[in-house]
């Protein structure tokens, strides 16, 4: 039995040896697979917890966003009423002065013209600290990352003060050249109307387009200008005396620069801008209420005009917008900026941009 077992062996040994290389291979072949699955498994989990975290970052930076805005508006307010006060010269008339009509024709310009002034560089404010905040926010993501492997920091805590203190150009400069162009606007547009002409709402927010198209159109400079001054910096003017700091410092100025120039952030400007004058126009709206009777009885279509109001009654309702527009505490008006989709969106792109690894490498 054992030589005829051993015959069928010799007489088919090729085929033994081959199945034998066949199982072999397989399980060789079954380990490799399951060390390269784990392997990819592995790359998923942490790359996963890695997507995970920027997420929280980036949430956790939308917060500090918000909050930094709100923390602004109370010196922007003040710095847009401490150059148009309009206070003084509503003082003034309760003396009852001489000139009284060249009073209340001031009184016109001056309260048209810091509440618009208002609409802009609070909408200015929300976008640019979107821009900055979310720079320095992905850099900071890329530094808590490659911090351990002794790479420079790109946002240091000194560079960050200084970047930010850049905001200082819209309070100051470029809110006062704002407030010029816009001054000469409402001259331009509501100067030769009398204190007794009447506006509805709907002549109402055509004067404001119109305001708004010379701001927008008719000025040498874009937008853009009064958010950040222009390329010649003071720091880049020191030239041999640039500090390591100084250097980071413009290369962050110089890509907020670019950020600013470019159509997605013009057309999320203008979509804030959109939103701040239809808020200003609802607010408006609740003291253009036509009585009840007349409510009941008109469309909603021309519920806009139905109602019309005296100038001089106009003047003291748009003085007092200033309050809801800059208001630190959340009014609607700052809600429906922060809360803007499109600048939710705009936001992830600048900070997906700056969070990346292959920008620590320009």
């Known amino acids: 039995m054992f030589s005829s077992t051993w015959n069928f062996v010799k007489r088919h040994r090729r085929k033994f ?20 699955i784990r392997e990819i498994q592995e790359k998923e989990a942490t790359e996963y917890i890695a997507q995970a975290r920027r997420q929280f970052h980036f949430e956790s930076n939308q917060r500090t966003c918000n909050m930094t805005v709100l923390s602004m508006l109370p010196p922007l307010r003040e710095a847009i009423v401490n150059q148009l006060n309009s206070e003084n010269l509503t003082t003034l ?48 993501y890329l530094d808590n990352s490659v911090g351990k492997n002794g790479m420079t920091a790109q946002a240091p805590p000194d560079v960050q003060q200084q970047y930010l203190s850049s905001i200082q150009h819209l309070l100051r400069d470029g809110l006062t050249e704002l407030m010029t162009v816009v001054k000469k606007a409402v001259q331009n547009s509501l100067g030769g109307f009398s204190l007794k002409q009447s506006l509805s709402l709907l002549e109402l927010e055509q004067q404001l387009s119109w305001i708004r198209a010379e701001v927008e159109a008719g000025s040498e400079r874009p937008l853009s200008w009064y958010m950040l001054a222009d390329d010649e910096n003071p720091l880049a003017e020191q030239a041999c005396g640039l500090t390591e700091n100084d250097v980071m410092t ?66 003291p309702i748009i003085n007092g917008q200033i309050n809801t527009i800059c208001s630190e505490t959340p009014s609607h008006f700052v809600q429906d900026l922060l809360l803007n989709d499109q600048v939710k969106e705009f936001a992830a792109i600048v900070y997906e941009t700056f969070s990346t690894s292959h920008e620590l490498q320009k």
């Open 17 to 36: 040896i081959f199945a034998g290389a066949v199982v072999g291979g397989v399980y060789l072949l079954g380990k490799y697979a399951q060390k390269k």
């Open 93 to 140: 008339l309760k003396t009852k002065p001489a000139n009284k009509l060249e009073i209340w024709e001031d009184l016109k310009i001056l309260s048209f013209t810091r509440t618009i002034v208002a609409v802009y560089s609070t909408c200015m404010l929300v976008v640019l600290l979107r821009v900055q905040l979310n720079i320095i926010g992905g850099y900071l």
């Open 250 to 315: 413009i290369k962050l100025l110089n890509e907020t620069r670019d950020m600013l120039d470019s159509p997605d952030f013009t057309t999320v400007l203008n979509a804030c801008l959109n939103r701040g004058f239809s808020r200003l126009l609802d607010n408006l709206a609740e003291f253009f209420r036509p009585p009840p009777s007349v409510s009941a009885s008109s469309s909603a279509p021309d519920s806009l005009s139905a109602v019309s109001l005296p100038l001089a009654k106009i003047i």
